[in-house]
């Protein structure tokens, strides 16, 4: 667990359901010790891991302990505050914002909107200026990631223009002086990795919910601090740079400042979305300029990941549209101060296997041809052979296989039902034999061990023409309770028996012996049954993790058996069955 990293995984609370490798959009999740960890270089900090992971063990490092420091140290901090405030604060007048966040120590609160606004105007100078048919947004920095590390070859195409925070943070040290650290307060992960790169002006960036919680712990309610009409944004509120929050956001803002008419513009949100229109990008027509409007998050930033506020787009789009003044006031200027960036590429190696080496990848869980190749997803990828390439590069582990887990637990059971010295059979709700083992049928008679050797497991029997006392079964199958540690008579046979409910109502089991043969004691099936518990509860359990089952009910079973078969054998209400 690296806490000082973006993202983390508390490896405590990690629970083998591999739903983070199953929403990565690039894969980026290592599996080791049966833990699901983030690998650094890949992953181009989306958060859908954090979004998704169904116990919170994905974690988002928190920075507030960052800037605190900086305001105890006497720092001026000055806080930039993403546009998509208005959906996270329903309904909060910006002074109440304002004040409470003063109150904070930040000296002074200013849109994130106001850089983007300097980020609309420059894309519109520079595509006016331009002959370049493709541009590609730079405004959000997963997608800026995604490609340098993914789709390096329109690294060219991408706008040399910073993100809007970054532009803001300029802007905001032209005005106040050099000497001022700013701090970043929004619903996005990746400008995490921005404050990393860009220590020397971006103090830390918070999540809306540690906005929430630093509130807290100071007493402050934002909700309850006065109005005071005359309390705004430093320098001055945004306008329509506060549509960038929204899909189609940023497109507003350069068309009002764009002099070319003829240019074509497209926005495409979500990582799905833009992987989509990434792999056919180069079939665009020539002969005209494109922009392309990039968000990470579907529907825009409202939908951040870590919005703590979770309503239907719809309304944060509302909330948005109805308290952003979208009117564009030529007077926003960015005049000389620059914002220009440069972006390398860092393209990430995707290594291919050669056949042979996949194939025996495959072998190692059980999948020796193409019909094994179930390609069920459980594991977290896509394919049988994609989780292969995984478990060949290092990220993946076998046991996250749920059918080669099956498998695996059905050979242990078997091979421990086998090796018992009592008679063992399970059963369905039909009382149809599922597995049994040999001892189980030579109890019964020679014909039911040939029986035995012609269909080893006897699988589909029927149990009610093979046991006289059936309906033993059938009682605990209706009543769920178990029927444990008695004697019965029969024939030649002094049986011991116990039956128990493996699944109520739908799974039932037994355990049957003959005292009077003297080989057969009962602390040998006490043996083997620890050794059920102990060699195959493990499995149990995995499987139970990954297909939504409850193991403790297995153990619980299990250990039923173990209690009769360790106690003193007794009649049932006195009196000895004898069944001919």
Request: glycine share 6%.
């Amino acid at each position: 667990m690296n806490q000082l990293k973006p993202v983390f995984t508390r490896k405590a609370d990690c629970r083998d359901c591999y739903k983070c490798v199953r929403e990565c959009p690039v894969k980026a999740i290592k599996i080791e010790d049966n833990s699901a960890g983030i690998v650094d270089e890949l992953c181009i900090h989306c958060g859908r891991c954090v979004e998704v992971c169904p116990v919170g063990a994905k974690k988002v490092r928190n920075d507030v302990p960052a800037v605190r420091q900086q305001i105890d140290l006497g720092k001026k901090v000055m806080l930039s505050i993403a546009p998509s405030w208005r959906a996270e604060f329903k309904n909060l007048h910006i002074s109440q914002l304002i004040a409470a966040l003063r109150q904070l120590g930040f000296s002074q609160i200013s849109e994130t909107a106001i850089g983007a606004q300097m980020v609309s105007q420059a894309v519109a100078e520079l595509i006016d200026h331009s002959d370049q048919q493709l541009f590609l947004s730079t405004a959000c920095p997963t997608v800026v990631d995604l490609i340098c590390k993914y789709y390096p070859d329109y690294v060219r195409h991408l706008t040399p223009v910073v993100s809007p925070l970054m532009a803001h943070a300029r802007y905001l040290r032209s005005t106040a002086g050099e000497n001022i650290s700013v701090a970043f307060a929004g619903p996005c992960i990746a400008k995490k990795v921005e404050s990393e790169r860009y220590q020397e002006t971006i103090a830390g960036a918070l999540t809306f919910e540690n906005l929430h919680e630093w509130l807290v712990d100071a007493g402050i309610d934002p909700y309850k601090v006065p109005v005071d009409n005359g309390l705004t944004f430093f320098p001055h509120p945004a306008c329509e740079g506060g549509l960038y929050p929204i899909d189609g956001g940023m497109i507003s803002g350069i068309r009002a400042r764009l002099k070319k008419q003829n240019v074509e513009f497209m926005c495409f949100s979500g990582i799905d979305a833009i992987t989509s229109a990434m792999r056919e990008l180069d079939q665009l027509p020539a002969g005209r300029q494109i922009f392309v409007e990039l968000l990470a998050c579907g529907g825009g930033c409202v939908n951040g990941p870590v919005m703590k506020r979770r309503e239907a787009t719809i309304i944060k789009r509302d909330s948005i549209f109805s308290h952003v003044d979208q009117a564009f006031h030529p007077g926003d200027q960015i005049g000389s101060l620059d914002i220009s960036a440069k972006f390398s590429t860092s393209p990430v190696q995707i290594r291919r296997h050669p056949e042979n080496v996949v194939r025996a990848a495959l072998q190692r869980v059980g999948k020796t041809g193409s019909r094994d190749e179930l390609n069920c997803g459980s594991c977290g990828y896509d394919s049988c052979r994609d989780f292969a390439e995984a478990l060949l590069d290092g990220k993946a582990m076998e046991n996250m296989c749920v059918s080669y887990m099956r498998k695996l637990a059905s050979k242990k059971a078997n091979a421990l039902i086998k090796a018992m010295p009592a008679g063992v059979v399970i059963a369905d709700a039909g009382l149809r034999i599922i597995e049994c083992n040999r001892r189980f049928a030579s109890i019964f008679g020679s014909d039911m061990e040939m029986v035995f050797d012609a269909s080893p497991g006897m699988e589909g029997a029927q149990l009610s023409k093979i046991v006289p006392f059936h309906k033993v079964f059938r009682n605990v199958l209706v009543t769920g309770e178990d029927w444990v540690d008695h004697d019965i008579a029969y024939r030649d046979h002094q049986l011991n028996i116990s039956v128990f409910s493996i699944e109520k109502g739908q799974v039932i089991g037994a355990v049957i012996q003959d005292i009077r043969v003297p080989h057969v004691r009962r602390d040998q099936v006490v043996k083997r049954v620890e050794e059920v518990i102990r060699l195959n509860l493990e499995t149990v359990q995995k499987i139970a993790y990954l297909l939504g089952e409850n193991a403790s009910e297995t153990e619980l079973r299990l250990n039923n058996v173990l209690e009769a078969f360790g106690s003193e054998p007794e009649e049932i209400n006195g009196i000895s069955e004898n069944y001919e």
